[in-house]
Every structure is written in structure tokens, then in C-alpha cells.
């Protein structure tokens, strides 16, 4: 089965620092794929990067980026020039790469950041 | 704009009362998903479908129904709610494949008294 692990309840930050999320994971499955989700207080879920295990580089986009090491099985997200806007929850799923099936994601716990101004 | 779009927002009832949460996207996307919220539990699958007409259970399938006649709509339904179905709904869709990213909805907010 599969397991993520988020391990900071809540993070502080000023404004315009970087930031990193934890996640780790557990999986006996080779092939998988990692995301992480932003959650603002007004609820809706944002999908915000995506890794796959093979991929070789480390996914970005924009202001974020995964910092994938396989062998440790963690995927931190890190969050360059930290805005008050990224203050939300973040969230760590997984999904494992199967030819039929409920494309499940499984999520970890949440990390609620913070952005002091 | 490409979304996914819940109906209602929000919504507080009683138990027994039969409600019907819908769920529609625009990106022709095959897979669709409802997840439920709740604190300390996080995210968890009720239901999803891999295309018109074939759905399946997810992990917390009990109390719930849904259909996908057609490939845009994946109505959430609760026959009869009870309490313990007060919870944050999410419905998400992607293309179907090995892995694809899902898009969710707004979310649905339900308080059954």
C-alpha cells in the first residue's frame, strides 16, 4: 500500500524567503507519479507540480519546484520568493502508474504555511 | 477556461433527505473522481469512473451513488445522509492514462443535522 508522510503540521515563513515542504513516501511499486496541491482557506484544491519516478530531472514550475531524491523516496516541495498568497495548505499525493485502474491519488496529512509579512 | 465546476457550494440538510451533488468539466477528460475531507482522515476516494457508463468503487463507497451517462457529468449521490457524511466533496478529473495530474472542483461543502 501506499503511504505519504508530512511531518510539518505548520510552517512560519517571512515574506520573500524560500520555503520546503517535506513529504516522503512509501511504495514497493517502481513506476509511480508525485503531485503536490495547494488548498487555500477558501477551500478548492490546486494542482500545482508533478513528478515521475523516472524522471530524471526535478519538475518546475514557475516559483516551484520538486526536489525528487528516489533513493530517499522524498519529494519536497520548494516554494522560491515566498508571497503572502502562497499562505494555504499544501498537500503530498502519490498515484501509482497501473494500465487499468482507479488513477488513485493518496494523500498525505498537509502542511498549513504560513507567509508573515 | 477549463474547470471543473460542483453544484452546490454549500449545502446544509437533514438526515434522509435524498441531494444530489453535481460535478461537470469542459476538458473532455475520460476519468473522473469524488474525494471526501475530513480532518484527521485527509482526502479519500468514494467513487470514479473511467469513461461513460463504467464506474467503480473507491476506498468509502457506502452511502453514496453515482452515474456517468454522460462524459462531462458525474453526479454524487446520497439516497439517505446521515451525519457521518458531513464532509468537504471533491469531484476531479484527468485524461484517462497511467498517471495524469487530476483537476478538482471548488469543492462541496455538507453539513447533514
Known amino acids: 500500500a501506499q503511504k505519504i508522510t508530512q511531518t510539518q503540521p505548520g510552517m512560519f515563513v517571512q515574506e520573500k524567503e524560500a520555503v520546503t515542504l517535506d513529504c516522503t513516501y512509501d511504495?514497493?511499486?517502481?513506476?509511480?507519479?508525485l503531485f503536490w496541491y495547494k488548498q487555500p482557506s477558501s477551500g478548492e484544491m490546486i494542482f500545482l507540480i508533478y513528478?515521475?519516478?523516472?524522471?530524471?530531472q526535478n519538475a518546475t514550475e514557475g516559483r516551484y519546484s520538486l526536489n525528487f531524491q528516489k533513493a530517499r523516496k522524498s519529494a519536497n516541495l520548494v516554494i522560491s520568493a515566498s508571497q503572502l498568497g502562497d499562505s494555504a495548505m499544501y498537500f503530498c499525493?502519490?498515484?501509482?502508474?497501473?494500465?487499468?485502474?482507479?488513477?488513485?491519488?493518496?494523500f498525505g496529512q498537509g502542511t498549513r504555511l504560513t507567509i508573515n509579512p | 477556461e477549463a474547470q471543473v465546476t460542483q453544484n452546490p457550494r454549500y449545502l446544509i440538510t437533514v438526515t434522509g433527505k435524498k441531494l444530489t451533488v453535481t460535478c461537470s468539466q469542459n476538458m473532455n477528460h475520460e476519468y473522473m473522481s469524488w474525494y471526501r475531507q475530513d480532518p484527521g482522515l485527509g482526502l479519500r476516494q468514494i467513487y470514479y469512473?473511467?469513461?461513460?457508463?463504467?464506474?467503480d468503487k473507491g476506498d468509502v463507497p457506502e452511502g453514496y451513488k453515482v452515474s456517468r451517462k454522460e462524459k462531462r457529468n458525474f453526479p454524487l449521490i446520497l439516497e439517505s445522509p446521515s451525519p457521518n457524511q458531513t464532509s468537504l466533496y471533491f469531484c476531479a478529473s484527468s485524461h484517462r492514462g497511467r498517471i495524469q495530474p487530476q483537476h478538482f472542483g471548488d469543492g462541496t461543502r455538507l453539513s447533514i443535522l
Open positions: 513528478q515521475g519516478s523516472y524522471d530524471e
Open positions: 511504495t514497493s511499486d517502481q513506476s509511480y507519479g
Open positions: 499525493a502519490m498515484m501509482r502508474d497501473i494500465i487499468q485502474g482507479a488513477q488513485k491519488l493518496v
Open positions: 469512473s473511467m469513461n461513460v457508463e463504467v464506474t
